[in-house]
């Protein structure tokens, strides 16, 4: 499968590389999410992903934005929750 790599503009300026791993929207809210990966891993050897609001601008740009309550990260823990029991039944 081709990685989808998506360039993010740093807070100082810098670009950072990152691989998308799954955008999805919530069709009654029309919010939009992009689940992304810098390949890093923790302590315990786990990669460590983030999560972030799409913001839709011009010219098929956009920008990332922070998920702003408890319900939209219930929402996004039961969507990420589901696609990992999806992955290991494959």
């Known amino acids: 499968m081709d990685k989808k790599i998506m360039s993010i503009v740093m807070p100082d300026g810098s670009m950072d590389q990152v691989e998308v791993i799954v955008s999805f929207e919530f069709h009654d809210t029309k919010?939009?999410?992009v689940v992304y990966t810098k390949n890093e891993t923790d302590e315990n050897g786990n990669i460590t992903?983030?999560?972030a609001a799409l913001k839709r601008k011009e010219n098929d740009q956009f920008s990332l934005g922070n998920i702003e309550s408890d319900?939209?990260?219930?929402r996004?823990?039961?969507v990420l929750r589901e696609l990992a029991?999806?992955?290991t039944e494959q």
């Open 31 to 33: 919010k939009e999410y």
């Open 76 to 78: 996004i823990k039961e």
């Open 85 to 87: 029991k999806n992955e």
């Open 71 to 74: 319900e939209e990260w219930t």
């Open 49 to 51: 992903i983030y999560v």
